[in-house]
């Protein structure tokens, strides 16, 4: 069963817009949760990581929140740019696995038109 | 600058035939993983590595064995490649106990004919 969801599936939105993409995870227990940035054929670049109970983050024209009472994690994009377009992933950390397990979501891809 | 490099980036191969998948790092990290994506799904964890020959299987370790001899390099070896191995393999490395600083190489693309 997927333990990490996310929504919605895809998205267009035009240049300049705002968007925010949604992350609601059963992994228990929950350590910390990253989003990532995936280029089409790239590797993963994180974009925040949030650790506390009710956390926020922001890292330019990227703002994040995480409630792990309701495990549910939002990802914003202000202002987007064309290079915009990619797939974000959530990605949530499990401290009870030894093995330091990470639970990925299957991704949102956005694509900004001009 | 640090990364975790990946060789080859592109890789066909016919079905029964070897595979062998490398991964660098120069940051020194002790941790280092395998992962794979597939359309649709999440990635997936083939093995971690805790360091120098200790290795441990992930989720989906069938079909696939590891190899660190260096700190440094982590190989996946697939021995009589099958079709549904055809995947885009990851490998990522960490610190010991660094959640947070995990970092991703940009995959291999494997498609096995």
């Known amino acids: 069963k997927t333990q990490v969801e996310q929504s919605p599936q895809s998205l267009v939105v035009r240049q300049g817009e705002n968007c925010v993409l949604q992350c609601n995870y059963s992994v228990t227990p929950d350590n910390h949760l990253r989003w990532f940035k995936q280029d089409t054929g790239k590797g993963l670049v994180s974009l925040t990581v949030l650790v506390d109970q009710k956390d926020k983050t922001s890292n330019g024209r990227y703002s994040a929140t995480l409630d792990k009472d309701a495990k549910h994690s939002t990802l914003h994009i202000t202002a987007t740019l064309l290079d915009d377009t990619a797939t974000y992933i959530c990605v949530v950390g499990d401290r009870g696995s030894a093995l330091g397990r990470l639970h990925f979501g299957a991704g949102t891809q956005l694509i900004v038109i001009p | 600058d640090m990364k975790v490099t990946q060789m080859p980036r592109y890789l066909i191969k016919r079905m029964g035939e070897n595979v062998l998948l490398e991964c660098g790092q120069d940051?020194?990290?002790?941790?280092m993983y395998w992962y794979r994506q597939d359309p649709g799904l999440g990635l997936q964890l083939i093995y971690i590595s805790y360091d120098v020959d200790s290795n441990s299987e992930g989720d989906i370790p069938k079909g696939y064995r590891v190899s660190r001899k260096k700190r440094e390099h982590f190989s996946l070896i697939l021995d009589s490649a099958k079709t549904n191995q055809t995947s885009v393999y990851f490998c990522?490395?960490?610190?010991?106990?660094?959640?947070?600083?995990?970092?991703f190489g940009s995959g291999t693309r494997l498609l096995v004919i």
């Open positions: 990522a490395s960490s610190s010991v106990k660094g959640w947070s600083d995990y970092t």
């Open positions: 940051m020194s990290h002790e941790t």
